[in-house]
């Protein structure tokens, strides 16, 4: 289970852009109000300034079917390739780093997640290349990123129990007639797992801080199953200190739309 606990982003822009659905709109907590690419637009290069570094990514609440990154550390310049001292158009570069990252993505939660293969523990800028269908226009609700807290592997045991909590108006009159208003139905998940006795304070630590927050999560069973969440906790980690060195740890994850 990977969570993104800090969101550590200070700049983003894009090389697409709807000035009527702007990229600062992947700052908010809402996947809902989206950043968009111009009409019919389905590719954008979004840079983010990422502070005290970066292992994952995530994007919630978009149609991007892909994403690739170029990380770059802007402390870490030389000279360009072939740039000579007496040549007068001398210039520095900032050489990307071997970084590369892998995609998860599962449709039901129109999110992607990008692991990078190797931490960045500093500050760093991104170039990450995100594509939709080409017959779409590229949108995104919410993106998030910065180092990742792992509790316990593969987790939960048993899988991922779903439930829904059904925003929508219904109202029984007294004659018999009613009223209805379709809603969103939020995603509950309940999840039991195993964790160490460190990883379970970690967790419990987080809501201490945060609450009820929404961050990103990535959770792994055991059967590889997989989950991609912007979600929130919905109450202090349960912790049973069951085993020797680790726990039976309990807790509730509701999306977010």
Excluded at 216 to 235: C, M, P, Q, Y
């Amino acid at each position: 289970m990977r969570h993104l606990r800090e969101d550590s982003i200070v700049t983003r822009s894009a090389s697409s852009e709807n000035p009527n659905f702007p990229i600062s709109q992947t700052a908010n907590r809402h996947p809902g109000q989206k950043y968009r690419a111009v009409p019919d637009e389905w590719r954008s290069v979004i840079t983010l300034g990422v502070t005290g570094g970066c292992s994952d990514i995530m994007l919630a609440g978009t149609n991007a079917i892909n994403a690739s990154v170029s990380v770059t550390d802007p402390n870490e310049i030389a000279w360009a390739e072939d740039d000579y001292w007496a040549d007068d158009s001398d210039t520095w570069i900032n050489g990307p780093m071997n970084i590369t990252a892998s995609v998860a993505q599962r449709s039901r939660s129109s999110a992607l997640w990008l692991q990078f293969s190797e931490a960045v523990n500093r500050s760093c800028e991104i170039e990450m290349t995100t594509v939709c269908q080409p017959a779409e226009t590229l949108e995104i609700g919410v993106i998030r990123a910065g180092l990742s807290e792992t509790y316990g592997g593969r987790n939960p045991r048993f899988g991922l129990p779903e439930a829904g909590d059904d925003k929508s108006i219904f109202d029984d009159n007294s004659n018999g007639s009613f009223y209805y208003k379709k809603r969103d139905v939020l995603r509950v998940f309940s999840a039991s797992a195993i964790m160490s006795r460190t990883d379970a304070w970690l967790m419990a630590d987080y809501f201490d801080v945060h609450g009820q927050e929404p961050s990103a999560w990535r959770i792994t069973d055991k059967n590889d199953s997989e989950w991609v969440l912007f979600a929130r906790l919905l109450g202090r980690p349960s912790i049973q200190h069951s085993h020797l060195s680790h726990c039976d740890v309990s807790f509730d994850l509701k999306e977010v739309l």
